[in-house]
């Protein structure tokens, strides 16, 4: 490709034709503001926060979209930009609701890390008309607030660019422009799946998770409860970044201490769920292989894809695993067989899960999940909202020693790590399931062909004289694209695994958030993907049907995978939506 060589601050720097002048900037580690853009979803110039001035240019030009030019000379540090920049915050914050104290982006808002680097305060912020704003509170996972919003438009591009829903948009004109649903329906009203992934494209505060962290604090606190906490394979990799532990660094070890610190009674891991979820997706798998069921197989593992399926895919829905997530079964097993087992009353049983995910906290009220007579799980909180529960008793994470998961449920392989990584359900069900066809021992258990970040990836295994064809996909609008190719036949596939989110659990919309600039520079997902093939790696049990604790829960009370018993526990039901985004 053909290089451009331009001058930025009088500095000359080469850079691949095409680029624009934010990337050639970045090439020469000079930083430029920017509020709106997100690379390849978001490049629009409208916050204006990227103005740069251009010789020979008559006005200032939004460096995030102008490309550079042959002999281009630019700066980005006069007088002028410097001003301009400053106005724009101002403006944004006139009409900006400031309190920060109470903000679910507090501490990562990227509008107030920009007025603390231009010296703008609330004494500089132009004095006018407040517009009529929305607050809705009406969706289980999130609230939004357009007192905080800055009209960006990251959430509008993720949710129709990258998620392929497109439920949000600008409604009204010019000061009255406000970003929200069609006709300004409740978002419960619409068909969000409550991925969260706009949540994690919002520069501020005007979209949050609903903090149920006061619900798990009673509950610890409540002498009639036996409060019990599952953890998510893709929390571990994530946690340690609100403690500055560097992207990709899991911690395990300490997540087990400080959870045990806050009070719960047990603390279980629920990769113990995924091996469960293993044995009986493998089981229903081979089963319709042999006996001509619906395939291929999707999985059920994450509820944005699910409730995605249902709205958009509703005759479809005989393809999903009927399986429950690794969520849902370890709040089963905990309220049945592990009550029965310590003569705990399950109604006294409180289920606690930290999540990644902020659609776990619709799935946990779905019908069809209360296999004890009450709920599975009782409280879902994310990632964000546990490093906010340690932060608030006084834990000092980073210096805490490493602790060990409570038994029998949290006794869990290599398989169940993985869950969290787009591709991982697909591993660990391809161990298992070849193992189970062959008869035979597997000498290699990494399935690189389905490992990665890419949207889409498919692959081909020969097992036992049969061509077994598999698909993996993440992010709803590549989930789109292979629910197309398999409605109008040109696919073929056995098996395949959707994730609601891109790169899977690990950027999940619970998780850990991180500037526009960061996301930039750095592949997270990989990075968090990679400390979960690390834990596998390292596993002395790799193979979910090995799972000496999931042995046992078979033989003491499920009898075997895909038993009545474990149907009528591990199993559910889905639903046809109707699709409203209007």
């Given at each position: 490709?053909?290089?451009?060589?331009?001058?930025?601050?009088?500095?000359?720097?080469?850079?691949p034709?095409?680029?624009?002048?934010?990337?050639?900037?970045?090439?020469?580690?000079i930083?430029?503001?920017?509020?709106?853009?997100?690379?390849?979803?978001?490049?629009?110039?409208?916050?204006?926060?990227?103005?740069?001035?251009?010789?020979?240019?008559?006005?200032?030009?939004?460096?995030?979209?102008?490309?550079?030019?042959?002999?281009?000379?630019?700066?980005?540090?006069?007088?002028r930009?410097?001003?301009?920049?400053?106005?724009?915050?101002?403006?944004?914050?006139?009409?900006?609701?400031?309190?920060?104290?109470?903000?679910?982006?507090?501490?990562?808002?990227?509008?107030?890390?920009?007025?603390?680097?231009?010296?703008?305060?609330?004494?500089?912020?132009?004095?006018?008309?407040?517009?009529?704003?929305?607050?809705?509170?009406?969706?289980?996972?999130?609230?939004?607030?357009?007192?905080?919003?800055?009209?960006?438009?990251?959430?509008?591009?993720m949710?129709?660019?990258?998620?392929?829903?497109?439920?949000?948009?600008?409604?009204?004109?010019?000061?009255?422009?406000?970003?929200?649903?069609?006709?300004?329906l409740?978002?419960?009203?619409?068909?969000?799946?409550?991925?969260?992934?706009?949540?994690?494209?919002?520069?501020?505060?005007?979209?949050?998770?609903?903090?149920?962290?006061?619900?798990?604090?009673?509950?610890?606190?409540?002498?009639?409860?036996?409060?019990?906490?599952?953890?998510?394979?893709?929390?571990?990799a994530?946690?340690?970044?609100?403690?500055?532990?560097?992207?990709?660094?899991?911690?395990?070890?300490?997540m087990?201490?400080?959870?045990r610190?806050?009070?719960?009674?047990?603390?279980?891991?629920?990769?113990?769920?995924?091996?469960?979820?293993?044995?009986?997706?493998?089981?229903?798998?081979?089963?319709?292989?042999?006996n001509?069921?619906?395939l291929?197989?999707?999985?059920?593992?994450?509820?944005g894809?699910?409730?995605?399926?249902?709205?958009?895919?509703?005759?479809?829905?005989?393809?999903?695993?009927?399986?429950?997530?690794?969520?849902?079964?370890?709040?089963?097993?905990?309220?049945?067989?592990?009550?029965?087992?310590?003569?705990?009353?399950?109604?006294?049983i409180?289920?606690?899960?930290?999540?990644?995910?902020?659609?776990?906290?619709?799935e946990?009220?779905?019908?069809?999940?209360?296999?004890?007579?009450?709920?599975?799980?009782?409280?879902?909180?994310?990632?964000?909202?546990?490093?906010?529960?340690?932060d608030?008793?006084?834990?000092?994470?980073?210096?805490?020693?490493?602790?060990?998961?409570?038994?029998?449920?949290?006794?869990?392989?290599?398989?169940?790590?993985?869950?969290?990584?787009?591709?991982?359900?697909?591993?660990?069900?391809?161990?298992?399931?070849?193992?189970?066809?062959?008869?035979?021992?597997?000498?290699?258990?990494?399935?690189?062909?389905?490992?990665?970040?890419?949207?889409?990836?498919?692959?081909?295994?020969?097992?036992?004289?049969?061509?077994?064809?598999?698909?993996?996909?993440?992010?709803?609008?590549?989930?789109?694209?292979?629910?197309?190719?398999?409605?109008?036949?040109?696919?073929?596939?056995?098996?395949?695994?959707?994730?609601?989110?891109?790169?899977?659990?690990?950027?999940?919309?619970?998780?850990?958030?991180?500037?526009?600039?960061?996301?930039?520079?750095?592949?997270?997902?990989?990075?968090?993907?990679?400390?979960l093939?690390g834990?596998?790696?390292?596993?002395?049990?790799?193979k979910?049907?090995?799972?000496?604790a999931?042995?046992?829960?078979?033989e003491?009370?499920?009898?075997e995978?895909?038993?009545?018993?474990a149907?009528?526990?591990?199993?559910?039901?889905?639903?046809?939506?109707?699709?409203?985004?209007?």
């Amino acid at each position: 490709m053909e290089n451009i060589t331009v001058k930025i601050n009088g500095m000359e720097v080469t850079a691949p034709a095409g680029s624009t002048i934010l990337e050639a900037a970045q090439l020469a580690h000079i930083q430029i503001p920017t509020l709106c853009y997100l690379k390849d979803i978001n490049e629009i110039g409208a916050c204006r926060m990227c103005v740069v001035e251009v010789k020979g240019a008559r006005t200032l030009v939004a460096a995030c979209v102008h490309p550079i030019a042959p002999d281009m000379e630019i700066i980005t540090n006069s007088k002028r930009v410097l001003d301009s920049r400053k106005k724009t915050l101002q403006l944004l914050m006139s009409n900006h609701t400031i309190d920060c104290f109470s903000c679910g982006s507090a501490g990562n808002c990227e509008l107030i890390k920009l007025c603390h680097k231009l010296h703008v305060d609330d004494s500089t912020k132009y004095a006018g008309a407040m517009p009529e704003r929305m607050f809705d509170d009406t969706a289980v996972h999130m609230v939004r607030d357009s007192h905080k919003c800055i009209l960006c438009r990251r959430c509008v591009a993720m949710c129709e660019k990258v998620q392929g829903i497109g439920i949000l948009g600008a409604n009204g004109r010019g000061f009255d422009t406000i970003i929200d649903t069609a006709f300004f329906l409740d978002l419960d009203d619409t068909s969000c799946v409550n991925c969260g992934q706009c949540l994690m494209a919002c520069p501020t505060g005007a979209i949050a998770e609903k903090d149920q962290t006061d619900k798990v604090f009673e509950a610890i606190n409540d002498p009639d409860k036996y409060v019990i906490v599952q953890t998510a394979p893709s929390v571990r990799a994530a946690l340690g970044e609100v403690y500055k532990v560097h992207i990709g660094n899991e911690v395990e070890g300490k997540m087990v201490t400080a959870l045990r610190m806050l009070g719960f009674n047990k603390v279980f891991d629920t990769d113990f769920a995924a091996d469960l979820t293993i044995m009986e997706e493998a089981k229903e798998f081979l089963d319709r292989v042999k006996n001509g069921g619906a395939l291929p197989l999707i999985t059920s593992c994450s509820p944005g894809w699910v409730k995605f399926c249902e709205h958009f895919y509703p005759d479809m829905i005989d393809h999903l695993s009927s399986c429950k997530s690794p969520q849902q079964m370890f709040g089963a097993i905990a309220k049945t067989y592990y009550a029965e087992k310590l003569g705990i009353d399950p109604g006294k049983i409180v289920s606690v899960s930290v999540m990644p995910c902020t659609a776990k906290k619709f799935e946990r009220g779905r019908e069809d999940q209360d296999a004890s007579g009450y709920p599975d799980v009782d409280i879902a909180i994310t990632t964000r909202e546990l490093a906010r529960m340690i932060d608030q008793v006084g834990i000092d994470f980073v210096n805490l020693p490493d602790g060990k998961f409570d038994n029998p449920l949290g006794e869990s392989t290599g398989a169940g790590v993985i869950f969290g990584a787009t591709g991982g359900v697909m591993e660990a069900a391809l161990r298992t399931a070849v193992e189970t066809l062959t008869g035979e021992e597997l000498k290699n258990l990494d399935f690189s062909e389905v490992r990665g970040t890419d949207g889409i990836k498919e692959a081909t295994y020969n097992v036992a004289g049969m061509d077994i064809h598999v698909a993996v996909a993440s992010g709803l609008g590549n989930a789109r694209k292979v629910m197309d190719k398999i409605k109008s036949g040109e696919a073929n596939y056995h098996f395949v695994e959707m994730m609601a989110c891109p790169g899977g659990c690990v950027n999940g919309g619970g998780q850990p958030r991180h500037s526009a600039r960061t996301k930039n520079k750095f592949n997270i997902k990989a990075m968090r993907a990679s400390a979960l093939y690390g834990l596998d790696a390292s596993k002395p049990i790799r193979k979910s049907h090995e799972n000496p604790a999931i042995k046992k829960l078979y033989e003491e009370y499920l009898g075997e995978p895909g038993s009545h018993k474990a149907h009528e526990i591990l199993h559910t039901t889905y639903v046809k939506r109707k699709i409203n985004k209007f």
